[in-house]
């Protein structure tokens, strides 16, 4: 038999083998989860790179308004999780060094800080330090050189100097009598009203003022102490040069049954679930809890082996640890848990994940083989040693009489069971992935080749189903159905042989399909390439895009957890969304969803997942969900997300007004006049800090809160002068908002010009200017009314000069505008208009009307023989002898040349020839003299009768009927009169 590489991993190597047979114990609201192997907290680490002044981190303490405070060698550095803020002696008064060698907190809250050259003790201001009070050995200490700080519960601070101890009690200074002034102290704790001294030569008690020696007789392994921990059971840990590490409960010391791969500590910690963490000289971090040891070095990740006696854990839960030569590290909790390489696996690249009946998990590992992870933290790599073909593993699956199928890249087949193996390969898949594995309710086996299609596995034969489909993979619903994904040809749903497919014609956003899962409800969830997630309900499809909400395009894997929510993987992460959500938008025919986006600050240590193989998503009998990622198989619970409860504590940095600083206190008064305001702000948080948001407004101005994202400054431009607060809260990564935020009064002053006593002069003078004004006014109005009288005198008369010759201008204009030029009657225009208006008259008195037509008998010759001169004088005496013979009311007007029209209201049948008589005979009757020559001129009339009982109104039709009598006269020889109709014949 071939030997199994089997890995299992020592308590001091990486502690994570009780992670399984724990589970994860659920997602902590605070503090570091003590079931998770060190190497699945997330790790953060900072160095000068990131703002650090220095690379030694010897002390860390976080003051009441959520800052953490680091010393260092190069001076005093505050954190707020995204920035450093540096404090040395040249820019600080009260800091006597900037080699900072211990930091406590007060029961007031004041910041102690220990250093070389003395200790000092600030007050906490905004935007950093203010009142302080210094100590040297001149003040009450035993020494200068501070070596640590202990501040106790009652307000007593305790100093261990270089040379003895000493304490500050109400501000005031003293040596402690009962440790020996030559001794160097090396820590300070204190349990259940005991203080606890250590130094190189031995471990003292204080206790009611009382001073006892702790010895190697009370079960110490060595007397030269490095370190002090205090338990929350009351107990204290010790650690030791040569020594190790120790507890002492009730007088007595234990020593804890594991091995230390080094017996120098550096430093001690006891965590809020008792977890004991352990600074080793020269070899990294170690964790003692419930008996088990976990070593954490720069082998698995640390970034240096060189720890202070720095470790501190915040309030949000995060353990801090200063290095001597790599800065300063931060160990949280993440909702996700991660098993890859450091955890004991073959390689990080996990691609398949299953869960085998009796609880074990199966890992593909891609071309590092298949990982059996037990219950108990042993892992088993199958591989090319146990007889499994030597590829990549694209997918697992656990059939029902308990054997392990495992597909590869090269398409063979293996079998796993009873510890034996057993390889098929079929000829038509040589070198074709095998991505998918599936076995129906009968118990029959179904392979999903890349290119190859479906293919049935039964009694060693591979029988193919003809399709050369992309198989991304394969899922049995509860009703016995193979849901068949496809990258290129979509959905198949394969049922007693029949096969339905969904693809773009149908709805699907998308042919590339990654992975496709049936509920309890029978909704197939479906995740597509660049297609997003759909849901098929009965042949109904419903989408979701980026367009809709998603983060990015691709879903690769999809599960449901049970509780109400749907989890999906793709490129960028790992997404989480409401079911209800999801199916009420379907509802709906669409809409937009708001997922939440797990990255690597929630535990992954890469947000890619994969997908393509069978299976890369899990949900295990317990309810957890495991992801194949490209750095390791990635587990959540639902049931204990947890999250950071902590409200951010929001601070107000630095406030400028038109660019000079503004002392952050309430009500300062700033300006004058308006002007441009900068604010800076921050928030205090540690657990992802990146994703730390915040909203301002200023009350005054704004009528509402301004999302400023993660911007940690605002700006107003051309404030006006008022009264402002400026308000701002922070929100953490989980979503809770500071409780109060953080505010500054102000007031923008008005300029000298706007204050109340200026607006008093201004009132004053302006009453004064006001009767000043009244009085020059009524002088200079009544000077005005008499000048203004005489003005318009004149103006009247110049004014009804003017209207006469605009009534003549006006008269003329009127006359030019209505009257031929050369004549003098009316011309074309005006006599149509008066014709429409005779006929309305005509119309509305029923009365008559004649109309009559005239032109001059061969005009054209006069002219031709003797001019245009000659013909305008013919012209002119033709309107004034039709003139002569019409009466005041008739109405003459030149219709063009030599043409007229005659209007004749009142027309009468028996006076009509006559009248028309006397016009012909007052052109025929005399001669026309001009200065060419003297002609005899005829003419000829065309006559119309207008008759309102029967005539059409129409004035163009009555000049139509004139004008025809007129051409008929012309025929009839000239020099004669035609009638329009019978009622005309008269006229002849």
Not at 347 to 355: A, F, H, I
Not at 405 to 413: I, K, P, T
Not at 527 to 532: D, E, F, L
Not at 624 to 645: C, Y
Request: with cysteine; charged share 20%.
């Amino acid at each position: 038999m071939a030997n199994c590489v089997s890995f299992r991993f020592l308590l001091r190597s990486a502690g994570w083998l009780m992670v399984l047979s724990l589970g994860l114990g659920g997602a902590r609201l605070r503090g570091l989860n003590p079931s998770r192997a060190v190497t699945q907290y997330i790790q953060s680490s900072w160095t000068i790179e990131n703002g650090l002044p220095q690379n030694s981190v010897h002390a860390i303490a976080q003051t009441p308004d959520g800052f953490l405070w680091l010393g260092t060698e190069e001076g005093l550095t505050r954190f707020d999780g995204v920035e450093f803020t540096t404090f040395n002696h040249a820019n600080t008064p009260g800091l006597p060094s900037d080699y900072i060698v211990a930091l406590a907190v007060g029961r007031d809250g004041r910041l102690w800080v220990g250093t070389d050259s003395g200790l000092t003790a600030f007050q906490v201001a905004a935007g950093g330090l203010g009142a302080y009070r210094a100590y040297t050995q001149a003040e009450g200490l035993s020494a200068t050189v501070v070596t640590t700080l202990w501040a106790s519960p009652e307000g007593v601070l305790w100093v261990g100097t270089r040379k003895g101890l000493s304490r500050v009690v109400e501000d005031r200074a003293e040596a402690w009598p009962g440790v020996k002034p030559t001794e160097a102290i090396t820590a300070i704790a204190g349990t259940s009203g005991t203080v606890w001294v250590g130094t190189r030569a031995g471990l003292y008690r204080i206790r009611g003022g009382q001073t006892t020696r702790v010895t190697k007789r009370e079960g110490l392994p060595s007397e030269q102490i490095s370190s002090l921990a205090a338990a929350g059971d009351g107990s204290l840990w010790v650690g030791m040069l040569a020594g190790g590490v120790a507890q002492i409960r009730e007088g007595r010391a234990t020593v804890p049954r594991v091995t230390l791969p080094v017996r120098d500590i550096e430093s001690l910690f006891v965590d809020r679930d008792g977890g004991v963490w352990i600074g080793l000289d020269r070899h990294g971090l170690a964790r003692l809890y419930e008996g088990r040891l976990s070593v954490y070095g720069s082998a698995q990740g640390l970034p240096s082996d060189r720890c202070t006696r720095a470790m501190f854990e915040d309030r949000e839960g995060s353990l801090w640890i200063g290095l001597l030569d790599a800065g300063m590290v931060q160990l949280r909790d993440g909702k996700f848990a991660v098993f890859g390489k450091p955890e004991g696996l073959s390689g990080d690249y996990v691609g398949d994940v299953l869960e085998a009946r009796d609880g074990s998990l199966w890992l593909g590992a891609d071309s590092n083989g298949v990982n059996h992870l037990f219950a108990d933290g042993r892992v088993e790599v199958w591989n090319r040693s146990r007889g499994l073909p030597n590829n990549a593993v694209f997918s697992l699956l656990e059939a029902r009489d308990g054997s392990i199928w495992v597909g590869y890249r090269n398409g063979e087949l293996a079998q796993i069971r009873g510890g034996s193996v057993r390889v098929y390969r079929d000829p038509q898949t040589v070198n074709v992935s095998l991505n998918a594995l599936a076995e129906d309710a009968e118990g029959e086996l179904w392979l999903g080749f890349w290119g190859k299609g479906l293919v049935r596995f039964a009694q060693g034969r591979f029988e193919h189903r003809g399709g050369n489909e992309r198989v991304s993979q394969i899922t049995v619903s509860h009703d016995g159905v193979l849901w068949v994904a496809t990258d290129g040809d979509g959905l198949m749903r394969v049922e007693h042989g029949s096969v339905k497919r969904y693809d773009r014609t149908h709805g699907l956003p998308s042919d590339h399909v990654m992975y496709a899962f049936q509920d309890a409800r029978k909704n197939v969830w479906v995740g597509t390439a660049s297609g997003g997630l759909s849901l098929i309900r009965g042949d109904r499809v419903v989408s979701w895009g980026l367009k809709e909400g998603l983060f990015e395009g691709t879903v690769g894997s999809v599960v449901a957890d049970g509780l109400g929510n749907v989890w999906f993987g793709g490129d960028a992460g790992i997404y989480r969304e409401p079911e209800e959500e999801l199916l009420r938008t379907a509802e709906a025919g669409g809409g937009r969803i708001h997922p939440v986006q797990y990255g690597t600050a929630d535990g992954l240590r890469a947000r890619e997942t994969l997908y393509g193989g069978t299976p890369c998503v899990w949900k295990g009998r317990d309810g957890r969900l495991w992801f194949a990622t490209i750095r390791g198989a990635a587990v959540v619970d639902p049931r204990h997300l947890g999250g950071n409860t902590v409200a951010p504590a929001t601070h107000i940095e630095a406030f400028s007004f038109d660019g000079h600083p503004v002392p952050l206190r309430a009500g300062s008064r700033i300006g004058p006049g308006a002007g441009n305001i900068e604010a800076s702000f921050t928030a205090a948080s540690f657990v992802a800090p990146q994703k730390v948001v915040f909203r301002y407004r200023l009350v005054g101005f704004d009528p509402g809160w301004i999302a400023a994202g993660t911007r940690r400054k605002a700006w107003y431009t051309n404030l006006p002068a008022g009264k402002y607060t400026f308000v701002v809260e922070a929100q953490n990564s989980d979503g809770v908002w500071s409780e109060q935020g953080s505010s500054f009064p102000f007031v923008i002053v008005p300029p000298a010009s706007r204050t109340p006593l200026a607006y008093g002069v201004y009132a004053v003078a302006g009453l004064l200017c006001v009767w000043g004004l009244l009085a020059l006014r009524t002088r200079a109005l009544v000077k005005r009314h008499r000048e203004l009288e005489r003005l318009v005198a004149e103006r009247t008369e110049q004014l009804e000069t003017e209207k006469s010759v605009l009534e003549a201008v006006r008269h003329e204009l009127q006359v030019q505008a209505t009257h031929d030029a050369l004549t003098g009657m009316f011309n074309r225009a005006a006599i149509m208009d008066h014709l429409q208006r005779e006929i309305a008259r005509s119309v509305r008195e029923k009365t008559a009307l004649g109309v009559v037509v005239a032109d001059l008998d061969h005009f054209k010759r006069v002219n031709d023989t003797y001019g245009h001169l000659c013909g305008d004088q013919v012209i002119m005496q033709c309107a004034e002898r039709f003139r002569s013979v019409m009466r005041g009311y008739d109405l003459l007007g030149r219709l063009g040349g030599e043409e007229f029209l005659i209007l004749l209201p009142g027309w009468d049948q028996a006076t009509a020839p006559k009248r028309i008589e006397d016009l012909l005979r007052a052109i025929s009757g005399k001669s026309f003299k001009t200065q060419e020559a003297e002609l005899r001129m005829t003419c000829s009339l065309g006559v119309a009768t207008f008759d309102p009982k029967g005539d059409d109104p129409a004035h163009l039709e009555v000049l139509r009927r004139a004008d025809a009598a007129l051409y008929a006269a012309k025929a009839a020889g000239r020099n004669c009169a035609r009638g329009a109709d019978a009622r005309d014949e008269a006229t002849r």
